[in-house]
């Protein structure tokens, strides 16, 4: 753990990040966390579990005295508590973590102490309760400096996300919104307008969502997730996702002309440069993607089957790389896809659920479109 | 298991499909099943474990004696290898296991011993290696009989399917591919639109596949799969993937306009929907989805961690309904989720995860709209 250089923090907004970011800041060095959450509850529960030492009753209150201001409120109300932060002390540097930089940066834009921030840590949980010191271990956290912004507040925001464990990462405040449009907030309307299109109505008499295949399940697992919060990052990132969604748009539309003059060719080429692309997405997460072997098990619905595979693998410290029960019916079970890197690993692994008594199939998880 | 009527089976193509379809008529009493393929390791294969008990030389002598033949190769080659089964042999029934079933249907409209069929199981293994003989156990098989489907060949053929543990699902062939290209063919197509348009190119330097968070993992992973099955596949049923892509652009289309007049009522609106639409799938996929907890446990890289938490699970009899493991790297381990039916399962489970070591935080998978 780095040790942290600014050692008196505030923190606007307790909820989920803002104490996470208390707790690993707490365990970095630091030496007062004054807090203010407009939810009495957050802040008490922030104020327990050590994520603040100074619960406050306003804004001012917790910037007083403070060197380097967290505001990690939603989106929506970032910029005027920012402008609070800002106005109330004339030295401490001020950062957020709202999913936007674009508007927010540009209405900042002759601000020297503010340095605008987004970690990237997909937890679906909320809430102070859930906030652990952790949270940021590896994830990427984007900076959007500004031509205007002073080396020391950079320093010290720099040197803060350091200390959570994450790695900083400076990029343009358009070029941020553009990306996450692009990873996050377009993969997430997609889930929306699928599942909405599915459950539009019947197919002679027949409900799409009921024979929903396993793809169907996977792209629709964050629809609907966190209406308010997902409503005010898409509203404030509506200029890029609306960009996002017209490329798209265009996509679907070239595909369409494929389809209607059966141009296997143009498709099949289609296809193989999805499977290229999701390799080096693979590639990217899990290390030894490379070599990344899938073990398929079919499992029943027993209590306890899980235990008895896991647990024959952890006696023979083989590491899982990622574990997915496809759960179809209490009736069928399901299938357990384990991936475990290094072929080698993965025979030891199959040969192991097999003596536990199950049948297993190996294939490679790295993809050759070639070889399919 | 339900006892087969039909004792001398035919199956044209012993991949994952046929040969699983042998093993489990084995099971339910089958006496003779013959079999061709082109690949004549397959063939093999198949008949090494018992799928298939007389190898066949040609698709006419695989037909020739059988009560109920069953074609089982890919899609392109069914119609002409149904036209061979029925021309082979005037008394027997046939059926196949294509995934599109329209224009198969019509071209084969004056048929009286002809079912169409198409068993819905989502294995992404292939080749008779992996097949099973419960692979089809509860799982949706439909029929597509017609105005001159003969009642015994139909007759023949849902007994088979129920014999091999199958649920027959009759639907008219177009309403059929209507229905796959919305939950099947439009979700695959949009994981190879999205991966191909986040691997097009790189935001100010950075790459967007590299910052791929959960989701965008998530709505990806079938793409790029099985180039030539899905190339088969959309080509087959172009016309139904056509439409739903049409469908689908109007929507996208609609979301564009509400994002650009920031309508967030409408907006609201769209996401509430998606909500119902998530929670009637996971209803009908799930039992118990009404009251499914999630359990959110952090957990490191080290191999035997898993073991450790469904071994605490399983040694009280508590039921896994689900489990993702949202592996985000090596040094920062991932967040493993476990859904459980009922909330005093749930929490009962987690306080067994919190005695083995680990912060749990549990949370209704219920999704609720108004309460988030």
């Not at 989920?16 to 800041?25: E, K, M, N, Y």
């Not at 060197?67 to 409120?73: F, I, K, M, R, Y």
């Not at 996002?244 to 059966?262: N, P, Q």
């Not at 899980?306 to 006696?315: D, K």
Request: charged letters at 20%; hydrophobic letters at 45%; one cysteine or more.
């Amino acid at each position: 753990v780095t040790e942290l250089n600014t050692k008196r923090l505030a923190l606007v907004g307790t909820g989920l990040i803002g104490a996470s970011v208390g707790l690993a800041a707490k365990r970095a060095g630091a030496e007062s966390i004054r807090g203010y959450d407009a939810d009495a509850e957050a802040l008490e529960t922030a104020l327990r579990s050590g994520a603040v030492d100074v619960p406050c009753a306003s804004v001012a209150d917790a910037v007083s005295g403070a060197e380097l201001v967290v505001v990690a409120t939603p989106v929506a109300l970032i910029p005027s508590l920012v402008a609070e932060a800002l106005s109330t002390d004339d030295e401490c540097a001020v950062t957020d973590v709202g999913s936007t930089k674009g508007d927010l940066c540009a209405g900042l834009a002759s601000e020297s102490r503010f340095v605008g921030g987004h970690p990237v840590c997909g937890s679906e949980a909320r809430g102070p309760a859930n906030a652990t010191e952790d949270l940021f271990e590896g994830a990427t956290w984007f900076l959007t400096p500004l031509p205007t912004t002073a080396p020391e507040p950079y320093g010290a925001v720099h040197g803060l996300v350091t200390a959570l464990g994450a790695v900083p990462t400076a990029i343009e405040p358009r070029a941020h919104d553009r990306l996450v449009a692009l990873t996050s907030h377009l993969p997430h309307a997609l889930a929306n307008l699928l599942v909405n299109q599915a459950g539009a109505g019947r197919v002679e008499g027949h409900e799409p969502l009921a024979s929903a295949g396993g793809s169907l399940r996977d792209m629709t697992r964050v629809a609907g997730a966190n209406p308010s919060v997902w409503l005010d990052i898409l509203l404030a990132n509506a200029a890029e996702v609306v960009s996002a969604l017209e490329d798209h748009r265009k996509r679907v539309e070239e595909l369409e002309a494929r389809l209607r003059r059966g141009d296997a060719r143009a498709l099949r080429g289609w296809i193989d440069e999805a499977a290229r692309n999701r390799q080096r997405l693979l590639t990217a997460v899990y290390e030894g993607a490379d070599d990344l072997h899938a073990l398929r098990v079919h499992v029943s619905n027993r209590p306890g089957e899980l235990a008895g595979i896991t647990q024959a693998l952890g006696s023979e410290r083989i590491n899982i790389e990622g574990f997915d029960l496809d759960h179809l019916s209490a009736e069928r079970g399901g299938t357990l896809t384990l991936l475990v890197a290094g072929r080698e690993n993965a025979t030891r692994a199959a040969s192991l659920v097999e003596k536990a008594g199950y049948g297993v199939v190996i294939s490679s998880a790295t993809r050759d479109p070639q070889t399919t």
